[in-house]
């Protein structure tokens, strides 16, 4: 028997057949969204010069260094060389690494993209990114899209800022104007919304993209932010579980609250994060924009939306060398006094980076300080959930209704 029969169907039983729910009216909207969107942002990005790109899937090291990869190890037991010189016949090696050191699934573009970005200006791609996190929440997957990108010659976070901003009002602007979009409306209205299980009033999601298209955008530091959270809490506005704390970061029911209650409807940036809470890369903020925290704090920021939180995160990268290293050594990535790294003015650091090695000795990051030993320009960028974008826009609650074949943990059909 056909499983989709002409009757209400949850969301959670067509999750169990995900090869088959795309046959569905809405969800079939939801793919045409999909498409949409992406020829939003490639026209986009083509009107702003940037070239799009593909980075590799399989990488050597951990971009985020949250240590929450998917090794890649082969099944098929390897041999030294498929041709001995000696004729002989070749011998199986004791490790299954494909690539005779550690690899995984990319975490993120981003050290990629800063390496081709020193070739042409800018660069962006949408590309697919892995997570071995064990998390069970409507908001994260295992396999997702992310749209990165990064940009050469810029001086300021706000820069950066600024360039999502723009592509988000373009993308919901269009969207606004299209006949997706005024299916998606029709699709939220009381009947329709009875067989998608949706929860969002067309009133409420066009309001919505209003406040992407047209609103005023906030940006709030994240000092500010956790004073505007410890008043909330001393004033009896909000109660939350987690007390918020300038060491501790912002958990998701800060974020919501801030989203609300001072983004009012638009998204809302948060800027100048502390350094001990963000990756090595991140350049730090200037003395105008730290506030004089006791904790130093860095050029980056978190564009914060109402349901769904963290959309966007981006950042100002660090590209002097010693610098780099400096911030390598503070998040235990090198060791003191293995070896010189010289830049090409003559100064030197004597470390090396530790982690992975490959059994020619190069580390699995030795490629990316080479990156400025040679040469680089202040630089920076951004990575957007793109499907996170898609359900904001939809207004579909849990992400795993808006990817097609959404793998989560403990789960991947098909």
């Keep these: 028997t056909y499983p989709l029969q002409k009757k209400y169907h949850s969301p959670e039983f067509l999750r169990t057949l995900p090869h088959l729910r795309t046959r569905l009216p809405y969800n079939s909207l939801l793919l045409r969204l999909r498409s949409q969107t992406i020829a939003s942002l490639t026209t986009f990005f083509a009107k702003h010069d940037f070239v799009q790109t593909h980075p590799p899937i399989i990488t050597s090291s951990d971009c985020e260094g949250a240590g929450e990869v998917f090794a890649v190890v082969s099944d098929v037991p390897q041999t030294e060389s498929p041709n001995n010189a000696d004729g002989q016949q070749p011998r199986p090696r004791a490790s299954n690494h494909f690539f005779r050191s550690p690899k995984y699934l990319t975490v993120s573009s981003q050290l990629h993209l800063e390496a081709l970005a020193q070739s042409v200006g800018k660069v962006w791609t949408l590309s697919p990114t892995f997570r071995a996190e064990k998390s069970d929440t409507p908001r994260h997957l295992s396999e997702f899209h992310m749209l990165e990108a990064e940009m050469c010659f810029i001086e300021h976070v706000d820069q950066i800022m600024n360039l999502v901003e723009a592509m988000l009002r373009y993308v919901t602007t269009e969207l606004q104007a299209s006949r997706i979009g005024k299916e998606l409306l029709t699709a939220t209205e009381p009947d329709e919304a009875r067989q998608t299980d949706s929860v969002m009033t067309p009133l409420n999601l066009s309001r919505r993209w209003e406040g992407m298209a047209n609103g005023t955008w906030p940006r709030i530091t994240y000092a500010a932010a956790i ?161 996170r974008l898609l359900s904001y826009l939809a207004g579909v609650s849990n992400i795993r209704d808006i990817v097609t074949f959404p793998r989560w943990y403990g789960r991947c059909d098909c």
């Design 227 to 387: 004073k505007k959270l410890q008043d909330a809490v001393s004033c009896n506005k909000a109660v939350f579980e987690f007390e918020p704390s300038f060491a501790t970061g912002l958990q998701a029911e800060h974020e919501k609250f801030l989203a609300q209650d001072v983004g009012r409807g638009a998204p809302v940036f948060v800027t100048d994060y502390p350094r001990s809470q963000k990756p090595f890369y991140m350049a730090p903020s200037s003395q105008d924009d730290s506030n004089n925290n006791a904790a130093p704090t860095v050029a980056c920021f978190d564009l914060l939306v109402p349901e769904i939180c963290e959309l966007v995160g981006g950042s100002m990268r660090e590209h002097r060398l010693l610098h780099l290293l400096d911030s390598m050594r503070l998040h235990g990535l090198t060791k003191a006094g293995t070896v010189d790294e010289t830049n090409t003015d003559g100064a030197t650091s004597s470390e090396v980076v530790a982690g992975a090695e490959d059994p020619s000795g190069e580390s699995s990051l030795q490629w990316y300080i080479d990156l400025r030993r040679y040469g680089s320009v202040p630089h920076g960028g951004f990575g957007l959930g793109f499907d």
